[in-house]
């Protein structure tokens, strides 16, 4: 007994690590440029698309949150496609989708193109995300998952590691093609989505069996292990979709994502027209490189804080304070940043908050398939990302015009620590309402 539970451990390790390794980096590397090509508008505004486009703030940022209008409404309806017709086909679509759309980007030249254009990439988006998460999910029982969704969740904040300065390099070849620099970037990005989209429909397999880089034994495991999870919840919460759109802690989820995205896209879109402002706040000087650099300097310690944050989460098991501490530094960290006396202290408060949104959104996704599962699963997860996404337009749009209004950004920072607090006050709540499958099919069998 002792030898063949042993050798079950031997294959659950074998089977999660060839996961880890050649799923994982592959659904990262597509939510890398999925993410860059979102906010690549962040980067173009204060080099030179604003001036060409005779742009407002306010008109900035509905342009910038327009893009979750179209992604809002196909959200749910592609999550269930994806779930129907399969991962490999439905990522691979999207993605090729939303790669011709963004590559259109290089020739916008009016307001109204640009929204028309941001509108259209949210829409050939959609699902994505959820559907990456829906993806993992299925392959990774639960005890693993929260692992998993971490390793997969350290390509967003490595986007603009990696991605600010590359997309200022790209700026700075202004005259490439005749182009503006930031026409340039938006060619740049767009190109990976389109080759990356092309390749997903040969490399990934939709569930273990399809596999070929797993042993039958570890397949077999897999099978076991996600069936037994399965039974667990719908055992004690059912899978039909129509109870996900109605459940209280469904809502109750998607209310804290509207907090944290808020404050992610907040961030997202607005820091490097935050750092543009340096040179007239503090007097300093810095080109577009140097202007990069700067954007990307917060997110490395993100990704540090996420790893460590969501390795704490994976040993002690997804606690409601693993999203509620770095939900209320986040509340108070961010506008604490515009009264600083220097770009410097600026940064480190901006580095405070990101490292407080990322810790808290991979132990976030932890907790929905804790209890959905089947048709419920990707309804009940994709209502949550639908509503954290009404946060991405809200947060680029009302950041804009309340910053039109004042003239200053300290109040719009005020309304991302509110929405941040409310957060972690909500999340903290969580106790007791969610549980894992197997404590959840326990208690409904007493």
Known sequence: MQANSQEISQVERSAIAKVSKRLVPFIALMFFINFLDRTAISFAGPNGMTTDLALTAAQFGFAAGIFFFGYIVLEIPSNLALHKFGARRWLARIMVSWGIVALLFTWVSSATELY????????????????????????????????????????????????????????????????????????????????????TWFYLADRPDDAKWLTKPEKDWLNRALASEEKAKTAAHGKMTGLALTDGRVWLLSIIYFGLIYGLYALAFFLPTIIAGFETKFGTKFDVFDKGLITAIPYLPAAVALFFWSRDASRRGVRPWHIGIPALIGAFSIPAALYMGSPEATIIMITLTSCAIFAALPNFWAIPSRFLTGPAAAAGIALINTIGNIAGFAAPYITGVVKDATGLYELPMFIVGALMLLSALLAFSLNGKVQEPELAASASRS
């Open 116 to 199: 028309v254009l941001r509108f259209l990439l949210g829409v050939a988006e959609a699902g994505f995300f959820p559907g990456a998460i829906l993806f993992l999910s299925m392959w990774v029982p639960a005890r693993h998952r929260n692992k998993i969704l971490a390793l997969f969740y350290l390509a967003q904040p490595l986007t603009t590691v990696i991605g600010a300065p590359f997309a200022a390099m790209l700026i700075q070849m202004h005259g490439l093609f005749g182009l503006e620099g930031w026409r340039v970037m938006f060619f740049g990005v767009a190109i990976p989505a389109i080759a990356i989209g092309i390749v």
